[in-house]
């Protein structure tokens, strides 16, 4: 069976979700461009990973709430990766 079935997937208000997650004392994790790079990154036990639109990236309300910025550092002149694969990529280093 897919992870997918044992994935906790949250959908809902920001707000409430930002709340919980920091009630139940878990680290919040967002993805941009011009983070801290994933390799060096102690990650925490309990987190979270916020991911953002291909076009946009993630909201200003995300990057204010989150406890940290990451950032896939890479070779070359692409700008941004498929968001699928830029959470692929951070979720493996945890």
Known sequence: M??????????????KMYLALTQNKFTIYAADMNGD????????EKKALIIGSEAHGISAASKMNANKIMSIQGVGNAESLNAGVAASIIISNW
């Open 2 to 15: 897919g992870s997918l079935f044992r994935a906790t997937i949250y959908r809902g208000e920001l707000e």
């Open 37 to 44: 790079d994933i390799k060096l990154e102690k990650w925490a």
